[in-house]
């Protein structure tokens, strides 16, 4: 995984609650055996007009003018603000694939479902969350400004507007590690062998029965 | 120092390391997986040349995007077909125990998991999917990852978690007669919110859950992700012990007797702090129906979908073609759809057919299907005359698999299609593109295919 660099982006605002995982990546493109090849079929039901099978290319297909995404500057944009509940519904790491595919490198929420959550630190994501007063306030202002930025640096845990404004944001250290240098968790994990293994020897003793085939 | 919470106790069972981080090595039981979320887990561990830690702890069976009817044919989709043919060699190569297509005991991951006894109490159990939460019906600690943990579980036997907080959901008194596990858990989910579990564990108890069979826990459990808990609990009782036993793969012998007694040690103790107690009484639970794209947006069938006044509810009402102070009575429907890993278990197909028996589903019915969860299921409700209950009554009786809960399959709505479904999400396109979807339980989706409308099934008043 890359390691999560400051970087300036333009913010686009989804003002929705309960953005699913199906409506982030519906269900044909999960059919794929790749990890990538996701981000043209990013929001696909809301994104064009007709229906998306894998395989069609994209850049032919009608266009949903009234999404977001769809209007410039939103294109380009690598930051998405949203409302509470992102991502909830279905575990698939197909969401987080097309999100950074498209370009989305921070996600802003009220909250987000615990399954994606945790797959966006997988993916090299880094998703805030704010108050939803806070919230609101970056909607009204992403409403008075078309295509506001931020800049994000994750070192110092805080968001810059081009006005100087500051926000500062949680995140567990572990996870602000694991961005900040793209750590391969298997490795780590795997740096324990020993542990597992003796772990693993005890717990046959105390549940013999998960043992047997 | 309080006593400790069934979570806790999994929890502390499997604790490999803590690290300095805050994060904690948790070992995983079982890993079950199927053919979507799996391919590049395997892809993962080929590039970086890493092995399987124990593979007779994984399992594998197709059920997303398989057929269900003509499986004889094979799939036709190239693209699915590519998917389960790469999940057979896959598991093949890697030597995973897999219950392929054709298999009499294939069926959805969350049903044949139970069902063979490849869920135990006490173990912990990861899966591709969030609906992994039923698991924990058993007494198990079940949730769903993301297919970078698939691969992390394959290669090390572990996860890096983080411990959640713990909510006990204590549902007092008995559910009225005819009211279902599926009722229950929408009205919590109605009461709590799709966020309201969010961080936490949930642990369901009180004498309403005591009293459900195993399939209705395991229908409490797995819609538990709709509740924001990646894992919900149900401690381990007399009922558990007598599902498991004789299961295929269930422990036998003096192996048995051992795991017996240590499983009767799964609950919480009585002295256990929960970080948050929600208190429901079951007596106030009537069957319930969800009128939007959320499954929090359920009212009970009596109900008319709520007036709001800040417009929050707008983009649910235009995709559904609803309107605010509309009776949930007077929505017609244009399928019905029985089935999921939620409610494809004989309880719930018995429970249906009881419904449509001696009936025929309404003229302005285009489809309704039954979709049993597994090859057994499949062959005890034959055995039992439901499948020709469902087929005079003019269901479709089909082959095991997810099929039109999420439509990765040819079974699917078609733009503006509404549907009753005994599965467990409602969102915009879940069951095909443009679709409606309004959950239910099976007997509340068998009486609105009888009558076409939905009706409360509790009341005699459907029969007509």
């Known amino acids: 995984m890359e390691k999560f660099c400051t970087f300036t982006g333009i913010v686009a605002p989804l003002d929705r609650a309960n953005i699913d995982t199906d409506a982030i990546i519906p269900k044909q493109f999960l059919k794929s055996i790749h990890r990538s090849g996701f981000g043209p079929n990013l929001f696909d039901e809301w994104r064009y007009l007709d229906h998306g099978e894998p395989g069609i290319d994209c850049s032919n297909r009608p266009l949903n003018q009234g999404f977001i995404l769809n209007k410039d500057p939103y294109q380009q944009a690598s930051i998405l603000l949203t409302r509470e509940n992102f991502g909830c519904g279905s575990s698939r790491e197909h969401a987080p694939w097309a999100l950074a595919e498209f370009g989305f490198k ?49 070192e110092d845990q805080i968001l810059i507007d081009s006005s100087g404004n500051v926000f500062e944001f949680k995140l567990e250290v572990y996870r602000k590690n694991a961005l900040l240098n793209g750590l391969d968790d298997i490795g780590l994990t795997l740096s324990h062998e020993n542990e597992i293994i003796v772990f693993e020897k005890n717990h046959q003793i105390m549940q013999p029965w998960l043992f047997t085939s | 120092m309080s006593g400790k919470t069934l979570y806790d106790k999994l929890w502390e069972s499997h604790l490999v390391r803590e690290n300095d981080d805050g994060t904690s090595l948790l070992y995983i039981d079982r890993q079950l997986i199927h053919e979507v979320t799996s391919p590049q887990a395997f892809e993962g561990m080929r590039i970086t040349n890493r092995s399987l830690w124990r593979s007779e702890t994984n399992v594998a069976v197709p059920d997303h995007n398989i057929p269900t009817k003509d499986r004889y044919k094979g799939i036709s989709d190239p693209i699915s077909k590519l998917q389960v043919d790469t999940l057979d060699e896959n598991c093949d190569s890697f030597q995973i125990k897999e219950f392929k297509m054709t298999d009499p005991n294939q069926g959805i991951v969350h049903v044949i998991g139970p069902e063979q006894g490849l869920t135990l109490p006490g173990m912990t159990i990861v899966c591709g999917d969030s609906h992994t ?12 990852i993301g297919t970078s943990e698939v691969e992390h579980v394959m290669t090390t036997q572990c996860l890096i978690q983080q411990k959640s907080k713990n909510m006990l959901i204590k549902v007092n008194g008995q559910l009225k007669k005819g009211i279902t596990a599926k009722d229950l858990i ?164 018995r429970e249906a057919a009881k419904v449509v028996e001696g009936k025929k589903i309404a003229n302005s019915i285009k489809l309704a299907m039954v979709v049993p969860g597994s090859g057994p299921v499949k062959e005890q409700a034959e055995q039992e005359g439901l499948d020709k209950i469902f087929i005079d009554a003019g269901f479709e009786w089909r082959e095991p698999g997810c099929s039109m809960c999420l439509a990765m399959n040819a079974d699917r709505l078609e733009p503006g299609e509404r549907c009753a479904s005994t599965s467990n999400r409602n969102f915009e396109g879940r069951q095909g593109q443009g679709g409606r979807t309004h959950l239910v339980s099976p007997p509340m989706a068998a009486a609105a295919a009888i009558n076409g409308y939905f009706v409360n099934v509790v009341n005699d008043e459907w029969v007509n």
Not at chain 1, 113 to 137: E, M
């Open chain 2, 186 to 349: 929408l009205a919590i989910i109605g009461k709590i919110g799709t966020a309201g579990g969010t961080g936490y564990a949930i642990e369901f108890g009180g004498d309403a859950i005591k009293a459900l069979s195993m399939e209705g826990r395991m229908t409490v459990c797995n819609m538990t992700i709709e509740a924001g808990a990646r894992a919900g609990l149900i401690a381990v009782d007399q009922t558990t012990i007598d599902y498991v036993k004789g299961k295929p793969f269930a422990p036998k012998g003096e192996l048995w007797e051992k795991a017996v007694t240590y499983w009767k040690t799964l609950q919480s103790d009585s002295d256990a702090e929960f970080d948050k107690i929600v208190e429901m009484d079951a007596i106030d639970i009537n069957p319930m129906v969800t009128w939007g794209t959320s499954p929090e947006m359920v009212i009970d069938i009596d109900g008319m979908i709520p007036f709001n006044e800040n417009g929050i509810h707008e983009p649910a009402l235009n995709y559904m073609d609803l309107e605010k102070g509309t009776r949930i009575k007077d929505i017609a429907l244009d399928k019905v759809f029985i089935g999921s890993c939620t409610n494809s278990r004989i309880e719930d197909l």
């Open chain 2, 133 to 144: 939460s039923t698991h924990g019906a058993l007494g198990a600690l079940a949730f769903g």
């Open chain 1, 106 to 154: 921070t996600l802003i929420a009220e909250s987000f479902a615990d399954i994606f959550y945790n797959n966006c630190f997988k993916n090299g994501i880094l998703p805030i969350t704010f108050s939803k007063d806070i919230i609101q306030f970056l909607f009204e202002k992403a409403e008075e400004n078309t295509g506001f930025t931020f800049t994000v640096n994750l």
